[in-house]
């Protein structure tokens, strides 16, 4: 069974703190990674991909990769109080899975004033 | 951007009904997805589609169909809905190239 795991919160930052998100897997071949936010009665939307080891920043936003490690995080800087929501990692094994993602049970982030 | 759009955003059924969940998306996307979401379970796969005509069982299957006729259109089918069925469904489409979902806004159903 492939599986994907979230730190399991829920985390509470005052704002203005950096929030620390983290996610391990375990099929060693998986190839793409993703950071869902996902607000309360909302659908998911993609935040960030990361598909290479190392760092990848977008605004307030970095994902990192450590695939020796199996280990993929999302670090949050400035955190605003509408950062509040899930926090949903997932995982694409590539190869015949079919474009399926493997999903972590989320991790609840609340950034309080 | 990629569109993917469910027909309802709110769904209220009885039980016994039988449920269509539509799903379209406009990007040409291969594979497309039905997931269903219930607090402290998370996502959880009903089926997906990869091609026209083609789809696999998920996780939990039972209860459920699905049909794909066109690229661009995957329907889910509640043959006969009961109250368990009450949740939030997601439908979602990707690329094979890299994978990464894009989703729809969901329907609530409620099955009374």
């Known amino acids: 069974q492939k599986e994907v795991e979230q730190n399991s919160g829920p985390l509470s930052v005052p704002e203005g703190a950096i929030a620390s998100l983290n996610c391990t897997y375990s099929?060693?071949?998986?190839?793409?990674f993703f950071w869902y936010r996902q607000y309360s009665g909302k659908s998911p939307e993609l935040i960030m991909s990361i598909y290479s080891n190392g760092d990848k920043e977008d605004g307030r936003f970095t994902a990192q990769l450590n695939k020796a490690s199996q280990y993929v995080s999302l670090l949050i800087r400035d955190s605003q109080p509408s950062d509040s929501a899930t926090y949903l990692c997932a995982v694409y094994a590539g190869g015949t899975s079919y474009g399926k993602l493997t999903f972590g049970q989320g991790t609840i982030l609340t950034v309080h004033p | 951007d990629v569109k993917v759009t469910q027909s309802s955003r709110y769904l209220v059924k009885r039980t016994g009904e039988k449920v269509f969940l539509e799903c379209v998306q406009d990007?040409?996307?291969?594979?497309m997805f039905w997931y269903r979401q219930d607090p402290g379970l998370g996502l959880r796969l009903i089926y997906f589609?990869?091609?026209?005509?083609?789809?696999e069982k998920g996780d939990i299957p039972e209860g459920y169909s699905v049909s794909r006729e066109k690229k661009e259109r995957f329907s889910l089918i509640l043959e006969s809905a009961s109250t368990n069925q009450t949740s939030m469904y997601l439908c979602?489409?990707?690329?094979?190239?890299?994978?990464?979902?894009?989703f729809g806004s969901g329907t609530r159903l409620t099955v009374v």
């Open positions: 979602a489409s990707s690329s094979p190239v890299l994978g990464g979902y894009t």
């Open positions: 589609s990869y091609d026209v005509k083609m789809k």
């Open positions: 990007m040409d996307h291969e594979n």
């Open positions: 099929d060693r071949g998986s190839q793409s």
